[in-house]
T-cell receptor
């Protein structure tokens, strides 16, 4: 089973450039989310989706857009990259919308903005 | 938002030693979870706790859900080199959004 697949693994952007981080899951999970990981700050929720066609903001949504056109895919878009967005980004999925259901994480995308 | 204080931030221990880390919060959580992140990978769930006072083991790992619902601890007994990684606690409530601690980076010296 592939689980949660993120691409690319690494990316370097210049300030102002845009890009899309891809995330796909093959577990038919309804809930998907994006986190960023910064040293000493744990994982902070950027955006999440409880099902196809539904998205909502997390703790740190500014500078990021998402869409959920299918159950499988949940891309994260950076419209105009800034150095403050240098981070490791994790996509996660969950079988049901419940805090009792464990999160399955991808292996991350390490983004550097210069 | 809710804050989780996880300590220590890092630990450098000798193989075979026991390890203890904890998370505290000013808010109540209904679920406490512990994840481990291996280098270059995403976090993986180790233990989930659903009831105040609950003590759960998973091999050499033991975690407890504090009776006040504002804290949790994770113990690792007889550490081995593959225990190296970052350990995250997470608290959950209705509404599904987990709050993560800042992580404890564990380094094990053979």
């Amino acid at each position: 089973n592939a689980g949660v697949t993120q691409t690319p693994k690494f990316q370097v952007l210049k300030t102002g450039q845009s890009m899309t981080l891809q995330c796909a899951q093959d577990m038919n999970h309804e809930y998907m989310s994006w986190y960023r990981q910064d040293p000493g700050m744990g994982l902070r929720l950027i955006h999440y989706s409880v099902g196809a066609g539904i998205t909502d903001q997390g703790e740190v949504p500014n500078g990021y857009n998402v869409s959920r056109s299918t159950t499988e895919d949940f891309p994260l878009r950076l419209l105009s990259a800034a150095p403050s967005q240098t981070s490791v980004y994790f996509c996660a999925s969950q079988s049901q919308v419940s805090y009792n259901s464990p999160l399955h994480f991808g292996n991350g995308t390490r983004l550097t903005v210069t | 938002g809710q804050q989780l204080n996880q300590s220590p931030q890092s630990m450098f221990i000798q193989e075979g030693e026991d390890v203890s880390m904890n998370c505290t919060s000013s808010s109540i959580f209904n679920t406490w979870l512990w994840y481990k992140q291996d280098p270059g990978e995403g976090p993986v769930l180790l233990i989930a706790l659903y009831k105040a006072g609950e003590l759960t083991s998973n091999g050499r790992l033991t975690a407890q859900f504090g009776i006040t619902r504002k804290d949790s601890f994770l113990n690792i007994s007889a550490s081995i080199p593959s225990d190296v990684g970052i350990y995250f606690c997470a608290g959950g409530n209705a509404g599904n959004m987990l709050t993560f601690g800042g992580g404890t980076r564990l380094m094990v010296k053979p």
